[in-house]
T-cell receptor
Framework: GQNIDQPTEMTATEGAIVQINCTYQTSGFNGLFWYQQHAGEAPTFLSY????GLEEKGRFSSFLSRSKGYSYLLLKELQMKDSASYLCAVRDITDSWGKLQFGAGTQVVVTP | DTAVSQTPKYLVTQMGNDKSIKCEQN?????MYWYKQDSKKFLKIMFS???????INETVPNRFSPKSPDKAHLNLHINSLELGDSAVYFC????????????FGPGTRLLVL
């Protein structure tokens, strides 16, 4: 199984940068996903990493280090609409294909 | 152009009742999932079907029974509802290709009184 840890809450100012860390332990790492979930809504896919390095998608970037069991999601030029919970999810090759283990989520609060 | 839809969106019921939640996806995906998100916002997989066959069956009470009449539909029936079943239930679907990104429905908010 996996242990997935991420901070409970982070607060940042509009226009700033926030980095959300996620650490995990797996038997056979096979990919890490980041999802965004606004209050009362469904999680929506943000990014996927399976190889070490940085994946950039506009204002959002995700980094992975498999040797360290570590990922981060970087949110740049924060906007009020970025206030949401950010979920880190890991796939393990020893699990059924498609099965994701989610972290508890990091609530990001963007202030004016 | 809804991708993954669920009905009902809200469900309030008494303890001991039996209820069903329905899910449909029009993305042509092969795999569908049921997740439970509790009050602490922790999202946990319950079941998964691939082309109508059960492939993931986590440790959930056998009061919960999924049914997939075809690969576009996955329903969840819950018998003898308990207070602890109160949660948001999300359906999701994915295609059988890497990385198999999952797309979530809007959720069904179940409250057991």
């Amino acid at each position: 199984g996996q242990n997935i840890d991420q901070p409970t809450e982070m607060t940042a100012t509009e226009g700033a940068i926030v980095q959300i860390n996620c650490t995990y332990q797996t038997s056979g790492f096979n990919g890490l996903f980041w999802y965004q979930q606004h209050a009362g809504e469904a999680p929506t896919f943000l990014s996927y990493n399976v190889l070490d390095g940085l994946e950039e998608k506009g204002r959002f970037s995700s980094f992975l280090s498999r040797s360290k069991g570590y990922s981060y999601l970087l949110l740049k030029e924060l906007q009020m609409k970025d206030s949401a919970s950010y979920l880190c999810a890991v796939r393990d090759i020893t699990d059924s294909w498609g099965k994701l283990q989610f972290g508890a989520g990091t609530q990001v609060v963007v202030t004016p | 152009d809804t991708a993954v839809s669920q009905t009902p969106k809200y469900l309030v019921t008494q303890m001991g009742n039996d209820k069903s939640i329905k899910c449909e996806q029009n993305l042509g995906h092969d795999t569908m999932y049921w997740y439970k998100q509790d009050s602490k916002k922790f999202l946990k997989i319950m079941f998964s079907y691939n082309n109508k066959e059960l492939i993931i069956n986590e440790t959930v009470p056998n009061r919960f029974s999924p049914k997939s009449p075809d690969k576009a539909h996955l329903n969840l029936h819950i018998n003898s509802l308990e207070l602890g079943d109160s949660a948001v239930y999300f359906c999701a679907s994915s295609q059988g290709d890497d990385p198999e990104t999952q797309y979530f429905g809007p959720g069904t908010r179940l409250l057991v009184l």
